[in-house]
């Protein structure tokens, strides 16, 4: 199925979003204010959305318009002023506001010449498969291509904060942990999931981009020599920011302190920081000197070069506290 | 008095901050956890600050680390996180949660050279006096200096969200607008307040500066004509974002739906947008043709150039509906 009528000409491809479902819950609920959410690659059809919504219910929305960036990423503020909010192209993540639907944003693209490109790159005949939300609902082809070559293609469970077998998230890939394989092979677009996949378990992962059909062996070296060099950087810092996200799927208080105490017995200064976007104008003022972000991972491991201080994440921090060896990195995951 | 002993030696000059007294109020009232929030001028003495109040009353300090803009921006998500919350800088604006100690800074500066280089520019005999929170204390000296050139200096009342007599927010001019004088006097740093006096009262303003000693005559022609060129370029526009601010002290929903109906009404596509800070890039993917901001009023009349899109006050709106004539231009308030 494309895009459903409903979208009154107004393509999401490559994309599907099941707006009609969505309309008939709105329908359902008698909810006369929405709420409306959606990614920054969706921004650009909130309005059309909104319209819709009006059209086809009745109900007065609200579009957020602060960034977006995952399920983890609720409107709280917006979820308060509204019945319902509609969050567009995420998958469920647990606990959260009981007014949330989530309509996740599926990709059309077959993942056929995706696997295809990756068999000649594998090495094992039991391989994990894992992929993002947008892919999952078309594992099966990744499967039954592998099969076609003689591999067996193996898919973790969901549970915690993965909605489906398969999937990975940023900031988990609890699924790929469960497997008993040596390599991996990620479907997917850009290089954190497949890089966390092969740091989670230590494994060997083939990554295919159905978009562009690129197929790479994930390395992860270069991104240990940059964490390790952040390290290195925030050994002589004395004061330390303990970033603490107010997202609801990012909010880590517990970890937070522990990181607080842990370099308080160090002789570090440490300061609890709490704020919503987390970006390098907030630390300039502050005056610190390193921060443990215990955020979403990818604020210390993607976005490191936009920070003039070392940015680390907890179990980086307790490499250079010296509760942990280096020998037994561990990629920043969120579980719950 | 300078800084008190309290400040262990770290100088807020040429603030004040009776930091002592908020030591007090957060040891009777037992708080474990103690937020602090300060504007950006403040925030790097916001680490030595969480510091001090951890050794002078044993509570856990959590610093906001979003930017703060004024009273009007409460981190309503740390109040939340916390027993009491300190927000320092800023005079209190009414109603807002129970558990915020407004501490306010005040500038040692005098006052007396700003009033006395203000006096020759001055025309009338009686003229009215206003400044901002930080220099509220001094306007003793300013109706001193005024006496002694035979000039009545009057101060209009607090009430509302304006706590002292004499004091004006960016929004608010309610005590300048109480006054039957022709010409105003502004004590205090910038050109937005004055400019502020100037069209909400119709009436002359001389500007004098504490800080610099620099005196102007305040010219609103420039900055209106550059309102009539927003409104002008907004004509064309069918898309229209009606942004509403998440932050306590700024959030204006009901006006933001009446903007909403007014433009509905003569054909045009409305899109209510929460949302906390307002900044270029939030509007940017909302592929909207102007805005109407019913934030801080700050927001379209100083930050307008920052937008790539026209951006309006709701009396602005108004303008371009042909609900107000243009002759009856209103600088944008908030009172409650």
């Known amino acids: 199925m494309a895009n459903p009528p409903s979208t009154d000409g107004y393509s999401f491809d490559p994309f599907e979003l099941d707006l009609d479902k969505a309309f008939e819950i709105i329908r359902r609920s008698g909810a006369c204010r929405v709420g409306l959410q959606v990614p920054e690659g969706l921004k650009r059809a909130a309005p059309n959305i909104a319209k819709q919504i009006k059209e086809k219910t009745g109900a007065e929305v609200i579009i957020s318009g602060d960034p977006c960036y995952g399920a983890c990423d609720i409107d709280m503020a917006l979820c308060q002023e509204v019945d319902i909010m509609l969050h567009l192209g995420h998958a469920e993540l647990g606990d959260g506001p009981d007014n949330v639907i989530f309509l996740e944003a599926r990709m059309t693209t077959d993942l056929k010449d995706a696997a295809l490109n990756a068999v000649p790159h594998l090495r094992s005949k039991k391989v994990g498969i894992a992929t993002t939300v947008q892919h999952v609902h078309k594992l099966g082809q990744v499967l039954k291509i592998l099969k076609e070559h003689g591999i067996e293609g193996l898919v973790g469970p969901a549970g915690g904060r993965i909605k489906y077998p398969g999937q990975v998230l940023g900031c988990c890939y609890s699924t790929a942990k469960a497997l008993e394989v040596d390599e991996f092979i990620f479907i997917g677009t850009g290089q954190f999931h497949p890089l966390g996949i092969a740091l989670a378990t230590g494994k060997r992962v083939v990554a295919a981009d159905p978009i562009s059909g690129e197929v790479s062996k994930i390395d992860p070296q270069p991104m240990l020599r940059r964490r390790c060099g952040a390290i290195s950087r925030a050994m002589d810092a004395r004061r330390f920011a303990v970033?603490?996200?107010?997202?609801?799927?990012?909010?880590?208080?517990?970890?937070?302190?522990?990181?607080?105490?842990?370099?308080?017995?160090?002789?570090?200064?440490?300061?609890?920081v709490y704020l919503d976007n987390i970006e390098p104008d907030r630390l300039l003022n502050l005056g610190v000197e390193a921060a443990v972000s215990t955020a979403c991972p990818r604020i210390a491991l993607d976005d490191a070069a936009k920070y003039r201080i070392p940015m680390l994440t907890p179990p980086e921090f307790e490499v250079l506290m010296g509760k942990r060896d280096w020998e037994e990195y561990r990629f920043d995951e969120i579980y719950e």
């Not at 522990?258 to 609890?272: D, I, P, S």
Request: without cysteine.
């Open 243 to 272: 970033l603490v996200s107010k997202k609801p799927g990012q909010r880590r208080m517990e970890l937070a302190k522990r990181m607080k105490a842990l370099g308080e017995g160090k002789g570090k200064e440490m300061f609890l």
